[in-house]
């Protein structure tokens, strides 16, 4: 097993550390541990398939030990000089081409940037002139909205509730710019980052986004923290950097239980980030059954 082999086994990149590499570890045998799947000889006989899998590549990760990687082939060098070497007009066209799609590609980053900053700067005017509805009584509340987003596997991020947060300074604005701004200004994704900073700068903290288990597992959780606030706002944000939320609506009643049994401990120890993972494996799971 070479490494990129482990770290595509444990859904982790390269650049993982060990703290992440041993999280990902930890949530996919939650996941496929064949007590989670009863009776089921089919299910648990895949799981156990898995789980070998999954233990074989974080062992390897751990003890460093890999097959080398393929060798990249010389077989196209030219055994030329590199005085005598020339381009073809091709290959100059190829490298015109490879500096005109550099070229694009940095005006555009320049252009999101620059709608990310027009953006923010809308929502600090916003924030100065909106009421305030907590906080000392010189703080305004802007409002923050955003369309629902549908997004990959029919789960939907909820946006049908303004978030309103206290007053944010100069120097806030910009923390928030800076971990946001790689997000488009329009989409959802950035929406959510912009919560879940505001939410950890000023320790308020909104769960009207979240669904029902959500909620629980945050609620579970933060509940044995010395700060509700800080904790809440730290599995907010954690639940912002997921690609995809898992929606229940499409599984059948004996499916969704399955679900809860088997993803019940992540929920209630581990927040909801590790949860909505865990549902996303276990729905992948029963789609291939």
Not at 94 to 100: H, K, N, S, T
Not at 224 to 230: E, H, L, N, T
Request: hydrophobic share 40%.
């Amino acid at each position: 097993m070479r490494r990129s082999e482990a770290l595509a086994e444990l859904e982790i990149g390269e650049h993982s550390t060990p703290a992440e590499i041993k999280a990902a570890y930890r949530d996919l045998v939650k996941v496929w541990h064949p007590d989670r799947f009863g009776d089921d000889a089919r299910l648990r006989q895949r799981a156990d398939e898995r789980l070998q899998r999954i233990n074989e590549a974080y062992r390897r990760l751990e003890a460093g030990e890999f097959a080398p990687e393929p060798a990249v082939s010389n077989e196209f060098v030219s055994s030329e000089p590199p005085r005598m070497r020339t381009k073809t007009p091709s290959q100059r066209d190829e490298e015109v081409r490879g500096w005109l799609y550099l070229a694009l590609f940095l005006v555009l980053g320049a252009l999101a940037g620059y709608a990310a900053m027009q953006h923010l700067r809308a929502v600090r005017e916003a924030s100065e002139t909106a009421s305030p509805v907590q906080g000392p009584p010189s703080a305004a509340a802007p409002v923050i909205t955003a369309r629902p987003l549908d997004v990959p596997g029919g789960a939907v991020r909820r946006a049908d509730s303004p978030l309103r947060v206290m007053h944010l300074t100069d120097a806030q604005m910009e923390r928030v710019a800076m971990a946001c701004g790689s997000f488009g200004p329009d989409s959802q994704q950035h929406v959510d980052c912009v919560r879940a900073q505001v939410a950890a700068l000023t320790g308020t903290v909104d769960l009207s986004g979240l669904t029902a288990e959500e909620r629980t597992s945050v609620q579970h959780v933060c509940s044995r923290a010395a700060s509700y606030g800080q904790c809440a706002a730290a599995q907010i944000a954690s639940l912002s950097a997921l690609p995809v939320r898992p929606a229940l609506s499409g599984l059948s009643a004996r499916d969704r239980n399955a679900v809860e049994r088997a993803c019940s401990s992540a929920r209630d120890y581990d927040g909801p980030a590790a949860y909505d993972r865990c549902v996303v494996e276990f729905e992948k799971a029963l789609a291939t059954q």
